[in-house]
């Protein structure tokens, strides 16, 4: 699909306009204390209104609290370092990082990926990189520390810009995260708080973990062509030609042609041990500690699901001591501490700009604006009496604004499930369907906003290979992936509602209400 640019002179001054706007930004830390600073402000103005909400699961009335009361004044000064140690990424980041910095300076990573280039045509590795990103959702937030930073060595190895497979990684990872190929950790987390919220209605009714199945699917399989063609028409154009070397330490493959195939068996045996673990702690009988035996279909296997992190962090640290071994790039264990703690130093940026992300996060729950935003949104389009598809469209674009301010999608739809679903049930609109509308909201700006858990870090990676790249960059960067997928859900919604198609398996889109 590669062979020139179709952007406009028009499409290219306007993105150079949200480059210039955006890194025009403070940085990233200052831009998380404005942001703490407006917070506290709007808390503090809603708490001197009442402004409230209900509860519609329990009747609870929830008001908006200042964040200037003594009580949050005394949380963030205490809980300082517990605040910092629960955000979500940071975990996840360093425990993957453990294994992935062994396997990325022992050469094991480059390895594999020039080997994997002799086969992959050039211009088939944008479509082929988003569809490993539909997959990485299965692996939580893992993708973001192992996908992204592959992605620019495979473009860089092929002689593109390294960035460009940044941007592909980036919108399979997150702006298509509405899209999933395989139903996994995040169906059965979604689908269940689904189930709650219908039985406010119809307390035996029942919702399985595939409900959005096929359109997850549809989706997925949509927006390849659609990625693609964004990608190497309009957003690898305008970064221009690769040509700079790359940063020192990304690519260095000088291996020995023998021992680099010795190395690379020896880690497809590690790698096939750290595995076969898995399997058996999956399937062993009598003994099976990633199996939730208490739970029915796909659930029984959440405990696996959030075994992947440690997962890939094994996989990456033995096959790529095994890999370096062979090499000569580790010699002793001291070697694979080494590159541990090398690998960590990368992430200073990241853990400095966390921490304030981590207080912003945590500062708007303490605060209560997050629930009430939701259920007072739900509650106004519920008063709207509109025709089926605008609702479902309506409910997309107020998910999307949402994600703006509200990272974590399961708190967004504890909030307005209790609302939105029964109501639209009531107006023939199944729960399955309700569910997939959210979800397609929810990932459009994923990509695009700062407040984003994993923006500072994709930001950091795409610094290791143009130093001046800065926020604005990244929005311009990944602002026409935005657009596409947003668009492509928006008709896809509408399309699938016009249709009545079943949304997953024994899941229709329309409902109706059982006779009383």
């Known amino acids: ?9 028009k499409t290219q001054k306007w993105l150079d306009r949200v480059e210039r706007w955006g890194n025009a930004l403070p940085d990233p830390v200052f831009i998380f204390l404005g942001l703490i600073a407006l917070l506290v402000a709007v808390s503090a103005a809603a708490a001197s209104w009442g402004w409230s909400a209900v509860n519609p699961v329990n009747g609870e009335i929830l008001v908006t609290k200042s964040l200037l009361s003594a009580e949050n004044i005394g949380k963030l000064l205490t809980a300082m370092p517990d605040t910092m140690a629960s955000f979500p990424p940071l975990g996840l980041i ?6 992935a910095a062994v396997a990325e300076r022992s050469g094991l990573f480059t390895a594999l990926m020039t080997r994997a280039m002799r086969g992959v045509p050039s211009r088939f590795l944008s479509p082929a990189i988003f569809l490993i990103g539909l997959l990485s959702h299965q692996a939580a937030d893992a993708a973001y520390v192992v996908l992204i930073p592959l992605s620019a060595i495979i473009f860089a190895a092929a002689g593109r810009h390294p960035l460009a497979g940044i941007a592909i990684a980036y919108a399979g990872i997150s702006g298509a995260f509405a899209a999933n190929l395989v139903p996994g950790q995040f169906d059965v987390l979604m689908l269940g708080i689904t189930k709650t919220a219908t039985a406010l209605l119809v307390p035996d009714h029942m919702l399985n973990p595939l409900g959005n199945w096929y359109f997850t ?59 076969a673990l898995f399997a058996a702690l999956l399937f062993w009988p009598g003994y099976t500690p990633l199996v939730d035996a208490g739970a029915l279909g796909p659930a ?33 264990h001291r070697d694979v501490v080494k590159m541990m703690t090398e690998g960590l130093a990368t992430m200073t940026p990241f853990l400095v700009i966390a921490f304030f992300a981590a207080h912003f996060i945590a500062m708007f729950a303490w605060s209560n604006l997050g629930p009430v935003l939701a259920i007072n949104g739900a509650d106004w389009l519920r008063a709207q009496h509109l025709a089926t598809p605008v609702m479902l469209i309506l409910l997309l674009l107020m998910s999307s604004i949402f994600d703006l301010v509200i990272g974590s999608a399961s708190a967004k739809w504890s909030a307005m499930a209790p609302i939105v679903v029964p109501m639209l049930m009531l107006l023939g609109v199944s729960p399955e369907m309700t569910t997939a509308a959210y979800r397609m909201g929810d990932s459009i700006f994923n990509i695009v906003t700062p407040v984003a858990s994993n923006f500072v870090l994709v930001l950091v990676l795409a610094q290791r290979w143009r130093r001046d790249f800065g926020v604005g960059s990244l929005i311009a960067l990944m602002l026409p992936f935005s657009m596409a997928i947003g668009l492509t ?4 919604v509408g399309f699938w509602t016009g249709l009545e198609l079943p949304v997953g398996p024994g899941a229709p889109a329309t409902y ?3 006779a009383r």
């Open 1 to 9: 699909m590669r062979g020139g640019s179709t952007m406009s002179g």
């Open 94 to 99: 360093l425990v993957v990082m453990l294994g």
């Open 217 to 275: 699917a549809a989706l997925g399989l949509l927006l390849v062509p659609i990625t693609w063609f964004v990608n190497d028409r309009i957003v690898e154009p305008r970064l221009g030609v690769w040509r700079d070397p790359p940063p020192e330490g990304e690519i260095d493959d000088h291996a020995d042609p023998v021992l680099q195939r010795r190395g690379l068996r020896r880690a497809g045996f590690a790698a096939f041990a750290v595995i």
């Open 300 to 332: 029984r296997f959440e405990p696996f699901y959030a075994s992947l992190v440690a997962g890939f962090m094994l996989l990456f640290l033995v096959s790529g001591w095994a890999y370096g071994a062979a090499v000569g790039t580790v010699t002793s």
């Open 489 to 492: 859900g928006l008709c896809l």
């Open 512 to 514: 109706m209400m059982p």
